[in-house]
């Protein structure tokens, strides 16, 4: 019996131990279970988080971005409704950018001032906030009342101390309350949104900053251009000057023998003599001319300004080509705006622009063609347009037209271009030329108007 007793003992005492082992094994199961819970959980945060960050770094796209990172942050913290709102500095509110589960009207109507609600109060304080029951805190009242709602998470979007926004998640009551760690997540999240905002706005203003520049450096060399054409003509003008006094008395002596001579000839016997005399007069009258366009070119200009109407200019510079444009089967299209504001300028000196343009576009057509001279307004300048369906000019020449003496006209003394530049100049204006080989050119000319004249 004793026997039997010690047997039985030993073997509750070993059943007690393998019960005891059995706890222990289900314990650590169990603890294994857990951790590897823990392990997914992680392993999803962590592949959302790279999610994320890729994200932010693929695009300049605030938008796409917010919308891109919002539904991520929603699907891995398994939130039923939620809003992603940046901070509207002047107003001081918030303005939903992207969200779950709220209506259109709603998302365009809402304005969350500072302080209001979850997501006023965390973008005031900075400070994230987890709540179990959202509907009986009172500190906060939710945008939409949604009784089902009940677990909320909110996180500021914070970069260096500045708040731009929050992100605010929710879940219903029949799902598990948001933890620290959820909470922790979506900071995370809202902090990579609030670096991807700032470097948005950083991109912009560089990107704007670049613009300017470039728009400066246009500006720059066009300025430099315009100032080596003044140089150059300034120069050359009182070269010009001196040249053409001394150019004057000995061509008017000889032109004037030249015309003595021929009085003197017997119109029988001398005609060769009388033909070579009248070559000289011919010739010393061209060269006078040049020499007169010379001068006109080296004076300083004395300017006679006041307001001058565009209009009844160019009707007089035509006036005083019309003979030569009619004979030579040019057809003239005149498309002259009416009321147009006034220009300050000398009258003299802008018919001098428009006669030496509309020579140039005729000489541009000796088999006939047509001239269309316009006038217009853009913004605060004139716009005078000659236009003429010649030769045109070659691509290599259009940065010469205004060259002093450039001309590729056999009678021509490539003056009238770099003349009117200079008038225009004066003026405060500008001149363009465009040309299509073969079809013709237009020479534009912009001046500016008079301001609110009285
Ligand atoms: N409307 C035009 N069509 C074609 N070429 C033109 C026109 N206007 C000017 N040009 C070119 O510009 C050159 C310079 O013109 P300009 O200074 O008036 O001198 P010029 O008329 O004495 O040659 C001309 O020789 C010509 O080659
Ligand atoms: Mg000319």
Redesign the pocket.
Known sequence: MKEEDKEKGQLISELAELRQRAAVLEASETKHKRTEDELQRRLKELSSLHDISTIVTSSFDLEHILGEVFTNAVTVLEAETGSLMTLDEKHQSLTIKASRGLKKEVISRTRVRLGKGICGWVAQSGQPVLLKNRVTDPRFKPIVRKPQIKHAICAPLKYKEKIMGVINLNRESSARPFTEEDLRLLSTVAYEIAAAIQNIKLYNELRTTITELEQANKEIKQAQASLIQSEKLASLGKLAAGMAHELNNPLGAVSGRAQLLLMDMDKDKDLQAIKNLWTIVEQTTRASKIVGNLLQFAREAKQEVEPVDINPVIEKSISLTRHQISLENVELSMELKPDLPRIMGDQNQLQQVFV?LIT??W??MPDGGKLTISTGLLQESLLIKVT?T????PKE?LGK?FDPF????ET???????IIHGIIEAHNGTIKAQ?HLGQG?T?TVKFPVIKQES
């Open positions: 030496n140039n576009a000489e541009a003429d010649g030769h045109g000019i020449n037209l450039f001309t590729t006209r021509g003394t490539g003056l009238g271009l770099s040309s050119s020479f």
